[in-house]
């Protein structure tokens, strides 16, 4: 069967956003700049903005953001890093770019790091962490900061699926946005991502002046200015067609991610009888966090029989990740001599429902209905 109902709808698929994102691209041939110009200086000033109390830098993707935000604080070759052992595979990849060696770190059940078990991975040559907000929901930024502090490691939240997401701090008294509590924020505008672009786009925002200017040299040759480079850099630059396109949107992300919100609450509260070991939905938001709903993503211990279920009604589905970062070929030996039982069964239970801003009301319906029915069987 088609699927009628696919897992994410972009907004650059919207008609009149398609009208508007014409008008930004006409801006940009009619300018004859575009690398680095007017519109990436103008994005880069309206992100930092609505983060709050940092300044950035648009650069080529989220795994450069990673990259480069390590690189900022001096991690490099002969460096381990933490990451979490079930995400993207993307997060290590931005380590390895940057020449260092990622370390696992086993998971908790909410998907975050289990900090528990987390100095099982220092060693005296771990210089830095990445804490990864995974799918809209930020992890516990309070104690992973007194961790990394205790430990003068240096962070770079991997805030590819957060945009927008909020976290309370307590020793701040205040909500903070992803991305700007640690040293380095990383951001993905891949288009399937909360603010997508057109293509590969990522960025970089940090409360430091001096790591900003790093950062700046980094991405383009390591130019202090222009054909005098300070530093060894790297070509990772945001071009003018994805910054104009990201301007179309970052106005509208807050309202499509209370969307998001809107759907994720519908799921909760129609699935919420069915809860049961075999059936684990995520956690709402509690006092400390506010989540964007990158993904809705549940845990079914018959995956199998549910996902048969949706691909009958024609209803998409993902499977984020199917295998965690320490069963994959070429990450198992940065887990070596340790185990990471929770991280492989989230990945042997997890699915992704449909979810995005632009998923109507009979699509919402008719996806509860088909996993309720799932649920009432098991
Ligand atoms: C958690 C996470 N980190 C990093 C990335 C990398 O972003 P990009 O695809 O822009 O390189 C992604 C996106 O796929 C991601 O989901």
Same mark, same amino acid.
């Given at each position: 069967?088609?699927?009628?109902?696919?897992?994410?709808?972009?907004?650059?698929?919207?008609?009149?956003?398609?009208?508007?994102?014409?008008?930004?691209?006409?801006?940009?041939?009619? =300018?004859?700049?575009?690398?680095?110009?007017?519109?990436?200086?103008?994005?880069?000033?309206? &992100?930092?903005?609505?983060?709050?109390?940092?300044?950035?830098?648009?650069?080529?993707?989220?795994?450069? %953001?990673?990259?480069?935000?390590?690189?900022?604080?001096?991690?490099?070759?002969?460096?381990?890093?933490?990451? $979490?052992?079930?995400?993207?595979?993307?997060?290590?990849?931005?380590?390895?770019?940057?020449?260092?060696?990622?370390?696992?770190?086993?998971?908790?059940?909410?998907?975050?790091?289990?900090?528990?078990?987390?100095?099982?991975?220092?060693? $005296?040559?771990?210089?830095?962490?990445?804490?990864?907000?995974?799918?809209?929901?930020?992890?516990?930024?309070? $104690?992973?900061?007194? &961790?990394?502090?205790?430990?003068?490691?240096?962070?770079?939240?991997?805030?590819?699926?957060?945009?927008?997401?909020?976290?309370? +701090?307590?020793?701040?008294?205040?909500?903070?946005? %992803?991305?700007?509590?640690?040293?380095?924020?990383?951001?993905?505008?891949?288009?399937?991502?909360?603010?997508?672009?057109?293509?590969?786009?990522?960025?970089?925002?940090?409360?430091?002046?001096?790591?900003?200017?790093?950062?700046?040299?980094?991405?383009?040759?390591?130019? !202090?200015?222009?054909?005098?480079?300070?530093? %060894?850099?790297?070509?990772?630059?945001?071009?003018?067609?994805? %910054?104009?396109?990201?301007?179309?949107?970052?106005?509208?992300?807050?309202?499509?991610?209370?969307?998001?919100?809107?759907?994720?609450?519908?799921?909760?509260?129609?699935?919420?009888?069915?809860?049961?070991?075999?059936?684990? @939905?995520?956690?709402?938001?509690? +006092?400390?966090?506010? =989540?964007?709903?990158?993904?809705?993503?549940?845990?079914?211990?018959? !995956?199998?029989? @549910?996902?048969? #279920?949706?691909?009958?009604?024609?209803?998409?589905? #993902?499977?984020?990740?199917?295998?965690?970062?320490?069963?994959?070929?070429?990450?198992?030996? &940065?887990?070596?001599?340790?185990?990471?039982?929770?991280?492989?069964?989230?990945?042997?239970?997890?699915?992704?429902?449909?979810? +995005?801003?632009?998923?109507?009301?009979?699509?919402?319906?008719?996806?509860?209905?088909?996993?309720?029915?799932?649920?009432?069987?098991?």
């Amino acid at each position: 069967m088609d699927v009628e109902i696919p897992l994410t709808k972009l907004w650059l698929q919207v008609p009149e956003e398609q009208e508007l994102v014409a008008l930004a691209l006409q801006r940009v041939l009619a =300018s004859g700049s575009y690398i680095l110009g007017r519109e990436v200086a103008a994005f880069e000033e309206e &992100f930092s903005a609505y983060l709050g109390g940092v300044c950035g830098v648009g650069v080529a993707s989220g795994t450069d %953001a990673i990259m480069l935000g390590l690189l900022a604080g001096g991690v490099g070759v002969g460096d381990e890093v933490l990451v $979490p052992a079930f995400g993207s595979g993307a997060t290590v990849t931005g380590v390895l770019a940057a020449g260092a060696t990622p370390v696992l770190a086993e998971v908790g059940w909410e998907f975050g790091l289990d900090l528990e078990r987390l100095s099982e991975a220092l060693t $005296p040559r771990t210089r830095a962490i990445v804490v990864v907000h995974l799918f809209g929901r930020m992890d516990e930024m309070t $104690p992973i900061l007194a &961790f990394a502090r205790a430990h003068q490691l240096w962070v770079v939240e991997d805030c590819a699926q957060a945009h927008g997401a909020g976290y309370w +701090s307590e020793p701040l008294q205040r909500w903070c946005k %992803a991305g700007t509590m640690g040293d380095v924020g990383a951001f993905s505008f891949y288009p399937t991502k909360n603010l997508g672009g057109m293509g590969d786009g990522g960025f970089c925002c940090t409360a430091c002046p001096v790591v900003l200017e790093r950062l700046r040299e980094l991405r383009q040759y390591g130019w !202090r200015v222009r054909d005098d480079s300070g530093s %060894a850099g790297r070509n990772s630059r945001l071009d003018e067609v994805q %910054a104009a396109v990201l301007r179309v949107a970052l106005p509208k992300l807050d309202a499509w991610n209370a969307r998001r919100t809107v759907i994720a609450a519908y799921y909760q509260e129609g699935l919420r009888e069915f809860c049961s070991p075999d059936m684990i @939905l995520p956690l709402p938001d509690d +006092s400390r966090r506010k =989540s964007v709903w990158h993904l809705f993503v549940v845990r079914a211990r018959l !995956r199998q029989r @549910l996902t048969g #279920g949706l691909t009958g009604r024609g209803i998409g589905f #993902g499977i984020h990740y199917p295998k965690a970062l320490s069963q994959q070929t070429a990450y198992q030996p &940065f887990g070596a001599g340790r185990v990471f039982p929770v991280a492989q069964q989230l990945a042997a239970e997890v699915l992704s429902l449909p979810l +995005s801003p632009f998923l109507g009301e009979s699509c919402r319906r008719k996806v509860l209905a088909v996993v309720a029915e799932f649920c009432r069987k098991i």
